[in-house]
Nanobody, 124 residues
């Protein structure tokens, strides 16, 4: 089992950047593919990015390609999401998630563990 805690959210102006971090407990972090999702008020949770177990493969939602970058450090049990050129429509609660069996996937239903989320607000 793994516990996930996100940090790094906050208020930023449009065009700005934020770096979210997700810290994982446990000694098996490198056994999990990791993903980042977000959920805006009144909307479904949507996939943003995923990274495989050893960090050499990534996958992004089309709308964030070139703006967001996912990375992981298995020695520190962390996975980060660098977000650049932020837009007001990026405002949401951002979640990291761990997937033990499915590899790099976009469906939230395939992820086994979730953090509590960190809120990002982008002002215009």
């Amino acid at each position: 089992q793994v516990q996930l805690v996100e940090s790094g959210g906050g208020l930023v102006q449009a065009g700005g950047s934020l770096r979210l971090s997700c810290a994982a407990s446990g000694r098996t972090f490198s056994s999990y593919a990791m993903g980042w999702f977000r959920q805006a008020p009144g909307k479904e949770r949507e996939f943003l990015a995923a990274i495989n177990r050893n960090g050499d493969r990534t996958y992004y939602r089309d709308s964030v390609k070139g703006r967001f970058s996912i990375s992981r450090d298995n020695a520190k049990n962390t996975v980060d999401l660098q977000m650049n050129s932020l837009k007001p429509e990026d405002t949401a609660v951002y979640y990291c998630a761990a997937d033990r069996y499915s590899g790099i996937v976009a469906s939230p239903n395939l992820y086994d563990y979730w953090g509590q989320g960190t809120e990002v607000t982008v002002s215009s």
